[in-house]
T-cell receptor
Framework: GAGVSQSPRYKVAKRGQDVALRCDPI?????LFWYQQALGQGPEFLTY????????KSGLPSDRFFAERPEGSVSTLKIQRTQQEDSAVYLC????????????FGSGTRLTVV | AQSVTQLGSHVSVSEGALVLLRCNYS??????LFWYVQYPNQGLQLLLK??????LVKGINGFEAEFKKSETSFHLTKPSAHMSDAAEYFC????????????FGQGTTLQVKP
C-alpha cells in the first residue's frame, strides 16, 4: 500500500495477557521504528530496525517487550504479561533510510490494558 | 543528551490570528529539528524539518520555523490561523547517533476559536 499500515487499530487486553502488534511498512523502506505514546505525551522511542537487523532496542521499557522483523519487511511488537502501564498508542514509522529522517508514520495501535 | 522542551501544553488563538508554538532543544551534536502535527486518532504528519541548510524553514499548510542556534530554539509560526489547524503539535530533535531516531517534546495542543 501507499502508507504504513498498523493492525489492529484498537486492542483491549486483560492484565497478564500477551499481545502482538503488527506494522506493515512502505514497500522498500529499509528503516523501521517503533514509538510508544502515552496519553497526553509525546512519542517515545522504543526500537529501530535496519532491514531485519534490530540495531537499537534501548527504548524497550522491560524484557516483556520484544520486537522482530524477520524478513526485513513486516514487523511485530510483542508485549508479554501486559500491565496497566503498557496502555498507550504504539506508533510505527518507516523511512527509505533512517538517516534521511523521511519518516512516514502509521495511524498507530491503541492498547488498553484492563 | 538530546532533549526538547515545548513551552505551553495548550495554546489558544482566534481564527486569523498569529500562531506561535515554542520549542527549545538541547543537543550534544548539530541537531536536525522537526515539527509534526497529529490529528485525533491519526499518526504524525511532518510539517517541516531543519537539516542544517537555511535557518528559516517553510513547511506545509503555511507553517514555518526559524532555527536560532544562539537561543537553542525552533519556534513554529503561522501568520493566520485556520480552524483546521486545531491539532496536537510536536517538536522533535534527532538523536545523537544519527540513526533516524527522534526525541519528541511533550506536545502543544492548539485550539482555534472562531
Amino acid at each position: 500500500g501507499a502508507g504504513v499500515s498498523q493492525s489492529p487499530r484498537y486492542k483491549v487486553a486483560k492484565r497478564g495477557q500477551d499481545v502482538a502488534l503488527r506494522c506493515d511498512p512502505i514497500s522498500g523502506h529499509v528503516s523501521l521504528f517503533w514509538y510508544q505514546q502515552a496519553l497526553g505525551q509525546g512519542p517515545e522511542f522504543l526500537t529501530y530496525f535496519q532491514n531485519e537487523a534490530q540495531l537499537d532496542k534501548s527504548g524497550l521499557p522491560s524484557d516483556r517487550f520484544f520486537a522482530e522483523r524477520p524478513e526485513g519487511s513486516v514487523s511485530t511488537l510483542k508485549i508479554q504479561r501486559t500491565q496497566q502501564e503498557d496502555s498507550a498508542v504504539y506508533l510505527c514509522a518507516s523511512s527509505l533510510r533512517g538517516q534521511d529522517y523521511g519518516y512516514t508514520f502509521g495511524s498507530g495501535t491503541r492498547l488498553t490494558v484492563v | 543528551a538530546q532533549s526538547v522542551t515545548q513551552l505551553g501544553s495548550h495554546v489558544s488563538v482566534s481564527e486569523g490570528a498569529l500562531v506561535l508554538l515554542r520549542c527549545n532543544y538541547s543537543s550534544s551534536v548539530p541537531p536536525y529539528l522537526f515539527w509534526y502535527v497529529q490529528y485525533p486518532n491519526q499518526g504524525l504528519q511532518l510539517l517541516l524539518k531543519y537539516t542544517s541548510a537555511a535557518t528559516l524553514v517553510k513547511g506545509i499548510n503555511g507553517f514555518e520555523a526559524e532555527f536560532k542556534k544562539s537561543e537553542t530554539s525552533f519556534h513554529l509560526t503561522k501568520p493566520s490561523a485556520h480552524m483546521s489547524d486545531a491539532a496536537e503539535y510536536f517538536c522533535a530533535v534527532s538523536g545523537a547517533s544519527n540513526t533516524g531516531k527522534l526525541i519528541f517534546g511533550q506536545g502543544t495542543t492548539l485550539q482555534v476559536k472562531p
